[in-house]
């Protein structure tokens, strides 16, 4: 699923939404708000399963 920077996913078996940092090449640099801190990685757009909101979350 081709996502662009700003949009907030769902990734599978995670819980935590993810705001997409960038994205491209097949891959999107995701910024996940966990209790324990922040984490970034770059995950395959493969594993992304859903779309939550198409802007900044509230």
Known sequence: MRVKAGW??????IGTPAKVVSAGDGKAELEFDF???QEVCECP???IAGILSRGEAA
């Not at 907030?8 to 078996?13: E, F, G, L, S």
Request: glycine letters at 8%; aromatic letters at 8%.
């Open 8 to 13: 907030i996913v769902k990734v599978a078996d």
């Open 35 to 37: 209790p324990e801190g």
């Open 45 to 47: 757009y493969s594993i």
